[in-house]
Nanobody, 117 residues
Framework: QVQLVESGGGLVHPGGSLTLSCAAS????????MGWYRQAPEKQRELVAA???????NYADSVKGRFTISRDNAKNTVYLQMNSLKPEDTAVYYC???????????WGQGTQVTVSA
């Protein structure tokens, strides 16, 4: 069974950094697209960043220059390095595994990121 296990969420001060990890099991994710989404209370879930099997990357305008998505195929894991964090980055962050065409394979359970003084 395909599972995505996330880690790295927590509380951080504005301007700080945090790294999220998402490890896939039950599937070799090398040929798939992996992405990070976030959802704040009373808001829609939105794409934060995505990375394809060929390492093509896409970012939401709100995080460009601050966040970096990467993957380690040997570890079957995708990362989200978040720098210069702002209070508006506060949300539950979800890992998503999809086909190259964007069709869902699995969601992670979500991990809370809180940016507050």
């Amino acid at each position: 069974q395909v599972q995505l296990v996330e880690s790295g969420g927590g509380l951080v001060h504005p301007g700080g950094s945090l790294t999220l990890s998402c490890a896939a099991s039950g599937i070799n994710s090398n040929s798939n697209t992996m992405g990070w989404y976030r959802q704040a209370p009373e808001k829609q879930r939105e794409l934060v960043a995505a990375i394809t099997s060929s390492d093509n990357r896409n970012y939401a305008d709100s995080v460009k220059g601050r966040f970096t998505i990467s993957r380690d195929n040997a570890k079957n894991t995708v990362y989200l390095q978040m720098n210069s964090l702002k209070p508006e980055d506060t949300a539950v962050y979800y890992c998503r595994l999809s086909t190259t065409r964007g069709f869902l394979i699995a969601w992670g359970q979500g991990t809370q990121v809180t940016v507050s003084a």
